[in-house]
C-alpha cells in the first residue's frame, strides 16, 4: 500500500468534504463552490494549509495546520492543528498517527515552540488518541458561540 501526505490543491476540496462529511460534520458539508472559496481565502494566509492523507492515491484523511508568528515567546513561532478527519472505516489503522507525526515534523521545522489543538468534550476517543501521541491536557479551551 502506497500512502503519503501532501498540501492539498483546489481540486482536492470534494475529497476533504468527502472526509469531513464522514468523520467530522454529519454528513452535512458546504456545496464544492462555497468550499472552493474558502480553500481560496485559506491560501491568501501567511502559513496555514490544508494537508491531504491518501492511501493507493486515494483520499483517507485530512487537517489543517498553522504556524503563527508570535512576539511572546521571544519571537518564536506556535503551530495550531485543526479539522483533523481520517474516514470512519480506516480510523485505528495509523492514518491518524501518521498524519500527526507530519504536523508534528512541519511545526518543527519551522521552529515552533509548542502545537496545539483543541478537541470536543464529547470526543472522548480523540482525546485517547491524542493522548497516545503524547499530546498532554494543558489549561482550558473557552468558547463562545457567535452564530
Known amino acids: ?17 468527502n472526509i469531513y462529511a464522514a468523520a467530522l460534520d454529519n454528513n452535512k458539508i458546504l456545496t464544492i463552490e462555497e468550499a472552493e472559496k474558502i480553500f481560496i481565502k485559506q491560501s491568501q494566509y501567511p502559513d496555514y494549509h490544508v494537508f491531504l492523507a491518501e492511501l493507493d492515491n486515494e ?6 495546520l498553522m504556524v503563527m508568528e508570535n512576539m511572546a515567546h521571544m519571537g518564536t513561532p506556535s503551530a495550531v492543528v485543526e479539522d483533523v478527519g481520517v474516514l470512519p472505516g480506516l480510523q485505528g489503522k495509523g492514518i491518524g ?5 507530519f504536523a508534528l515534523n512541519y511545526a518543527k521545522e519551522k521552529g515552533c515552540y ?13 482525546h485517547q488518541f491524542y493522548e497516545s501521541l503524547g499530546f498532554k491536557k494543558h489549561g482550558f479551551s473557552f468558547l463562545m458561540e457567535l452564530a
Open 114 to 126: 509548542k502545537m496545539s489543538l483543541s478537541s470536543n468534550l464529547r470526543r472522548e476517543q480523540a
Open 1 to 17: 500500500m502506497n500512502f503519503s501526505i501532501r498540501q492539498a490543491t483546489i481540486d482536492d476540496v470534494a475529497s476533504i468534504l
Open 59 to 64: 483520499a483517507v484523511g485530512t487537517f489543517a
Open 97 to 101: 498517527k501518521k498524519m500527526m507525526e
